[in-house]
């Protein structure tokens, strides 16, 4: 055991040093980043030494799609902050989820998914799967009664997303779990809005996390990646059929950037929970904002839940408002400090007026998007204050 073995052991490792503290590799020559290993294949001395890494060695780099060691890096370094044994990292967050699904379904096989999941992952199931006749159900994720009631003979796989990323509303993690594991069903969830710092799924019964590296874990608004993280025997099943076959992976030069995006991320996401709700609180005082939807308000309806299941929140949230659509577009041109755009988990602040699709009925007015940046919040407030007087 090293020294830092022995200071560290038994304690819970600090997620920031988790992200800073690379073992060292003397293949590096003492480089304190890991090199862009910017190579499409890796070349043996001998046969005898290629045979046998074809043979005993599934994690030896031999070419990029199957393993980089720039990805591994990083991969190894998600694995643990997140508190897995193992991660694979992606082209797209999409990629991770779509390859993600493939692997735990078959041809007749059924899924039940979260009613308000992210759009394209909800057309993978609607319009995709189906093409392979894999039946899905939609179900009302605040709601175990409406879960259980979408759980069929078939059902394999149970797909979460706790807090959805348009209303942030929570599924019971470990009541979904525990449903799931008696009808012999894995469990996946989205985890990207809270991170693996505010969120450990794995301690309340899921089989698998999957994040979009685009969004805070990269942070810097300059890669699309993504990553799933679970046991050793669910990421080789991956591994070895749709990882390698659909060959959406992760270039070195991605995993370089979103390594440098992660070692940042604890103290980033400490700056964004606390920007995130000041601005948030401040949203509920405001007229012309019907609603605000922030799991870390004593307002939202599963406050006491997140509480419970989490151990802070991101800087993500919408508010639905009593202006017309063309009117709350108006106020978004008015503002100074927050770029017209989708995605988030960057530095900069972001607003979008998304059309809300199926499964948002009860929104009372238009829904807007925030994205709260690393900006000082009370110039974010202000600015908010003085669009909405421009068009009121
Ligand atoms: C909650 C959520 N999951 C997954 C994705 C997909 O990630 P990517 O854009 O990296 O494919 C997104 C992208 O916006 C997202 O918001």
Redo the contacts with the bound molecule.
């Keep these: 055991m090293s020294e830092t073995e022995k200071i560290t052991a038994g304690r819970t490792p600090d997620p920031q040093t988790v992200v800073v503290h690379d073992k060292h590799d003397e293949r590096h020559q003492g480089s304190v980043t890991v090199p862009q290993y910017q190579t499409s294949l890796f070349s043996f001395a001998t046969y005898a030494e290629f045979d046998h890494a074809v043979a005993e060695e599934p994690d030896r780099p031999m070419y990029s799609r199957g393993n980089n060691p720039t990805v591994q890096q990083l991969e190894q370094r998600l694995a643990e902050l997140q508190g897995g044994d193992k991660a694979r990292c992606f ?7 779509s390859t993600a699904i493939l692997a735990a379904v078959r041809t007749g096989d059924h899924i039940v998914c979260v009613s308000q ?2 759009g ?2 909800r057309k993978l199931l609607e319009n995709f799967l189906t093409k392979f006749g894999v039946e899905y159900t939609f179900a009302d994720g605040t709601s175990l009664d409406a879960v259980r009631s979408a759980v069929r003979a078939n059902t394999k796989l149970f797909y979460l ?1 706790s807090p ?2 348009l209303l942030f509303q929570l599924q019971d993690l470990k009541a979904c779990t525990e449903l799931a594991k008696s009808v012999g069903a894995l469990t996946y969830i ?1 985890n ?2 809270a991170t693996p710092c505010f969120q450990n799924p794995f301690a309340l019964g899921v089989d698998l996390v ?6 805070f874990i990269g942070g810097h608004s300059d890669s ?3 990553v799933a993280i679970g046991s050793e025997e669910l990421i080789g099943r991956i591994n070895e059929s749709e990882y390698l076959l659909l060959g959406g992976v992760m270039t070195p030069h991605t995993a370089s950037l979103t390594m440098r995006g992660l070692r940042t991320l604890p103290l980033r996401m400490e700056r964004f929970e606390k920007n995130g709700l000041r601005v948030a609180e401040a949203m509920e005082q405001l007229s012309h904002v019907l609603k605000v939807h922030h799991p870390g308000l004593p307002s939202h309806p599963q406050f006491e839940l997140g509480k419970e299941q989490m151990s802070g929140y991101s800087s993500l949230f919408a508010f639905e408002t009593d202006l017309p659509v063309d009117v709350i577009k108006r106020w978004a041109d008015h503002l100074e400090y927050f770029r017209i755009g ?3 988990g960057g530095y900069e602040s972001l607003v979008t007026v998304p059309t809300l699709p199926e499964g948002y009925e009860s929104a009372a007015g238009p829904v807007v998007r925030l994205y709260i940046g690393l900006e000082d919040p009370q110039l974010l407030i202000e600015d908010i204050k003085q669009a909405f007087e421009k068009v009121t």
């Design positions: 082209a797209s967050g999409m990629a991770a989820i999941v992210y394209p992952t997303e959805t990323s989205d990207t809005w999957l994040h979009s590296t685009s969004k699309v990646g993504g989708v995605s988030w």
